[in-house]
């Protein structure tokens, strides 16, 4: 946790920092002159970004609908946080240039940027933080996760116009970092439109339009109060076919690929005078989740065998070219309190043959449905995962979904026995801790080790028992963790200063440029 005035908590990552250095860009002068006398005239070229991605959001609204798209495109570029975090996954001032902490970690006081205002130009003040906190508390339709992160706030008060202090019902190692994404937006409290296709933030652009099936567009904030736009215009173009995507950036019709969706494409981009290739870390687990209201995946012999049936180094090989790291539990290699426990329940087709007899499901008893949503990494992983689980007897149908679907399908109702899905938020270990999230894992050891750990009065006693509670989820097989996907990123030669690491839901634009 970060205290007093200390912009970071000390840094705990393992990985590179991400490119620095800022471009500036050149503006293009053209003169008119219609008489001898005429003063010239200043054109400025029209300054844009194109991004490919690969999950268009199903609105602009990211309280009410969890899907991480949506802070992708919107979180510190639209929006605006008191603290955000960077690549290295440090904590740094945003909307607070800096802040404090009571010695029981119960209350923290925010100082804000006087010079920070909303696009509209009213001031992003005290006021306009606690009318946000007011907002969130008062939202019966606020996404679980949301509804979750902000159970532990108590109250909010502006003490000053630019000094805000909020006061939580218990410490909590988790809140300052929930309060860097989603939860932390602030929407300025005067908006009246309607969230799913509007934006009333007091980031650097604004969303201009969104069209369906195809991009999202951000128009520059000419009134920004911070350091300008660089693009006048970023368009995030979605793409449900990784070649296409792929084929469009060799075109030159992408400036960027925002995560490369088929990692045998590389070579493709080997050319250092047309690409730059960024390799790094991202919070993604690739989990292949069980639904613990599912009769047989309640029991532990079960889920081991399903975890021992899984050449999961193969698979990552096969479904990812390699890239990405092998996780056993829910952390990555930039988290705090990882370790590697990817040797947890290893690969052992026999064993788990034993274990589901031993289970009362031998060879042919046991039939699961496995739903996952259209995205490359689900798809070709769960057809290898449906063989190799067919091969120690499983009966395993697969169904794709369109991501809309199975948000509510599997996400919301439950309707599934096994998923895939990457989970991207940064240190989302305490989703277990959620009965009601869609897992449905209810085990009280392991929440009442991550209040623990949550509630610690030390950075290093939160590690210590961080680290017992992702042991704790690997060896109970709460759920099959394939690997951590890597942030491969590829631009043009031109642009620059692209995070290395997606250690949030942002793909941050307020670093990027053009030379």
């Not at 970092?177 to 937006?185: Q, R």
């Not at 009769?295 to 899984?310: D, F, P, S, W, Y």
């Not at 031993?358 to 996952?372: F, I, M, N």
Request: proline share 5%.
């Amino acid at each position: 946790m970060t205290y007093a005035d200390a912009p970071s908590r000390r840094s705990r990552t393992r990985a590179t920092r991400a490119i620095a250095g800022l471009v500036g860009l050149t503006l293009t002068l053209v003169l008119a002159a219609c008489t001898p006398t005429a003063a010239p005239t200043a054109t400025t070229a029209l300054r844009t970004l194109s991004v490919g991605a690969t999950l268009e959001p199903a609105s602009m609204d990211p309280w009410h609908n969890p899907a991480a798209s949506i802070p992708q495109v919107l979180l510190y570029n639209v929006y605006e946080t008191l603290v955000k975090v960077d690549s290295t996954g440090d904590i740094k001032p945003l909307l607070a240039q800096r802040w404090e902490v009571s010695p029981d970690r119960t209350t923290y006081t925010f100082h804000l940027n006087p010079a920070a205002k909303f696009a509209s130009g009213a001031p992003v003040d005290a006021a306009s933080v606690v009318a946000n906190i007011e907002r969130l508390k008062a939202d019966a339709k606020l996404t679980e996760t949301l509804r979750a992160q902000l159970a532990v706030v108590d109250s909010a008060e502006a003490t000053e116009t630019n000094r805000v202090e909020i006061r939580l019902t218990r410490p909590s190692v988790m809140w300052l970092y929930d309060m860097s994404s989603a939860l932390g937006m602030i929407l300025e409290p005067g908006f009246t439109g309607d969230l799913n296709t509007a934006s009333a933030g007091s980031g650097p652009y604004s969303v201009k339009t969104h069209n369906r099936g195809d991009s999202v567009v951000l128009a520059n904030n000419e009134s920004y109060w911070g350091n300008p736009a660089r693009f006048d215009e970023v368009t995030f173009r979605y793409f449900t076919d990784p070649n296409a995507m792929n084929a469009a950036m060799l075109s030159g019709d992408l400036d960027v690929v925002s995560n490369l969706q088929a990692p045998d494409a590389l070579p493709q981009f080997a050319d250092t005078s047309q690409f730059t290739t960024i390799s790094g870390t991202t919070n993604g687990e690739v989990v292949l989740g069980l639904n613990h209201d599912t009769k047989a995946l309640a029991k532990l012999e079960v889920r081991q065998a399903l975890t021992m049936a899984i050449d999961r180094k193969a698979l990552r090989d096969t479904v990812w070219n390699g890239q990405g790291t092998l996780i056993g539990s829910m952390a990555v290699p930039t988290d705090p309190w990882y370790e590697d426990l990817s040797g947890t329940n290893p690969y052992d087709p026999d064993k788990a043959k034993d274990l589901l007899k031993e289970a009362g499901y031998p060879a042919g008893r046991l039939s699961l449905r496995l739903r996952v949503p259209v995205i490359p990494y689900a798809v070709k992983s769960a057809q290898f995962v449906a063989s190799q689980l067919r091969d120690v007897g499983v009966k395993v149908t697969v169904e794709e979904l369109e991501f809309s679907r199975w948000l509510d399908q599997a996400f919301l109702k439950g309707d599934y026995d096994m998923t895939i899905v990457g989970h991207v938020e940064a240190r989302d270990l305490g989703k277990f801790a959620n009965p009601e999230y869609y897992w449905h894992y209810g085990d009280p050891e392991f929440a009442a080790l991550y209040d623990a750990a949550d509630r610690a009065m030390s950075d290093e006693q939160a590690d210590a028992l961080m680290k017992e509670a992702v042991k704790y989820l690997a060896d109970d097989a709460a759920a099959i963790w394939l690997f951590a996907l890597p942030n491969l990123v590829i631009t043009k030669a031109t642009i620059t200063g692209v995070a290395q690491n997606a250690s949030t839901l942002s793909f941050d634009l307020t670093t990027i440029t053009s030379r």
